[in-house]
């Protein structure tokens, strides 16, 4: 069975047989799956009246530790947001009555960003549905694909500099 990027290889190997254009198989079908991907997570965020950055910031905040609560540059780093919506979505968020910003006992300048009682409410509503959609997506992959496929994703991802470390 053929898809599209086989198409295309097929059609870079009748023009420019001189290439080797294997990585476009590899790089060609991850762009695809995190277009399909991204589409089926926005519906499910949607059916909860979250965004993908949105359900970040409250996913992030939830995952850690009780009181649920980070600096905007904690968030930032533990998020996959950007530092210039950072401040864009905290603003949108604590319209929506889901997080609250509190200063900092120690320091004047600094502030802390936690969830609301209906923010928690929400992001422990949305998360099972979320995890159901990414099981639903990799339904077709035995657990040992998955395992291969996360690590050989890791190994990419580190190589290409994105580490915690």
């Known amino acids: 069975m053929a898809d599209h990027v086989d198409r295309v290889l ?5 023009q420019r047989p001189d290439l080797d254009v294997s990585s476009m198989a590899v790089l060609g079908r991850l762009k695809r799956l995190t277009r399909l991907v991204e589409a089926e997570q926005r519906r499910t965020f949607a059916s909860h009246g979250l965004d993908p950055a949105s359900f970040d910031v409250l996913a992030t905040l939830r995952r850690n530790d009780p009181p649920h609560r980070l600096t905007p540059a904690e968030l930032m780093r533990s998020s996959m947001i950007t530092s210039g919506a950072v401040t864009q979505r905290l603003d949108r968020l604590e319209e929506r009555g889901l997080v609250t910003r509190t200063p900092s006992e120690s320091d004047g300048r600094g502030v802390y960003v936690g969830l609301t009682a209906e ?13 159901d959609t990414q099981n639903r997506l990799l339904a077709t992959l035995s657990r040992p694909q998955r395992d291969t496929l996360s690590e050989t994703f890791r190994q990419l991802l580190e190589s290409l500099g994105d580490a915690t470390d």
Not at 10 to 14: I, L, Y
């Open 119 to 131: 923010g928690h409410a929400l992001i422990d509503a949305a998360l099972p549905d979320h995890v």
């Open 10 to 14: 097929e059609q870079w190997g009748a």
